[in-house]
């Protein structure tokens, strides 16, 4: 526990000093000063640590806790008002981290982290209109239980042409890397082998698609990563943009449009952000 605090305290301190430089060198074009972020609301105190963010069908937000609270999604204006709070049946919050949703509705919500790499339960709640699906994985490149290999965690993902594709965050401060997965949409049990790895400056925290399917972010402590989707794949390997926003913990981000974001930090704060891409 001590040494999670100690990194929590290191990548605090990277948040204030990091910048878009090393992304440039690597494809990312910085577009901050083409980018108006604005602070819209303080979230109600309900929402403690808001750590997923998805469009709710009813109008405005749904966003959960982090994990230990309780198994419930709220629904919340851009005024951080809470308009409502759905309790998920047959369910349980060991560590929710990321909210996903498809183009049928239905919610995702992602019950894998794993700060300690230990957790052999990662799942996936997916939550239909009249029933909750579980879908089971592990990592095909974990071997041990806890990992030495301190990048098990994950808190990014989201849904695209029927798979959902997960981002990790590394706790390790000699190979800050994420790697993406491709996890099915379908109940089940799976093992998951990761496709790509990027290195990052910063710890990966949240993920979205844009509506028209064409750009797909990364949210990271102090800035977002904007890439292109080529031929409807995702990779890593397609670096458009990069915004630095040094907004303390940033946790949970949803595209409100094509040019337009939002995303919440762990201080309850919930941000707007209008940018133009190159």
Request: hydrophobic share 35%; net charge negative.
């Amino acid at each position: 526990m001590l040494k999670l605090k100690l990194l929590s305290l290191y990548y605090a301190l990277k948040i204030a000093t990091c910048s878009c430089q090393g992304e440039e060198s690597r494809g990312f074009q910085n577009i901050r000063s083409d980018s108006d972020i604005q602070s819209i609301a303080l979230i109600d105190t309900t929402v403690n640590e808001s750590s997923g963010l998805i469009k709710a069908r009813e109008g405005g937000y749904w966003t959960n806790n982090d994990s230990g609270g309780k198994p419930e999604l709220y629904r919340i204006s851009e005024k951080g008002e809470l308009l409502e709070t759905r309790k998920i049946t047959g369910t349980s919050n060991i560590d929710w981290e990321e909210l996903a949703l498809d183009k049928e509705g239905n919610i995702y919500i992602g019950d894998f982290g794993n700060n300690r790499m230990n957790r052999k339960d990662l799942k996936v709640y997916k939550i239909g209109r009249d029933k909750t699906e579980i879908i089971n994985f592990s990592y095909a490149d974990q071997a041990e239980f806890p990992s030495s290999d301190k990048n098990f965690d994950c808190e990014a993902f989201f849904w695209f042409q029927g798979n959902l594709h997960l981002f990790t965050k590394s706790w390790s401060k000699d190979n800050l890397i994420t790697k993406h997965y491709i996890l099915s949409d379908q109940a089940g049990t799976y093992v998951i082998k990761p496709l790509e790895k990027l290195e990052v400056k910063e710890t990966v925290t949240a993920a979205d698609v844009s509506p028209d399917g064409n750009t797909f972010a990364l949210l990271t402590y102090g800035k977002i990563l904007i890439f292109k989707i080529n031929n409807e794949t995702i990779s890593l390997q397609e670096p458009l943009a990069c915004i630095k926003t040094r907004r303390k913990q940033t946790e949970a981000i949803v595209f409100k449009s094509e040019n337009e974001l939002l995303f919440s930090n762990e201080q309850g704060s919930l941000y707007s952000i209008d940018f133009h891409l190159p």
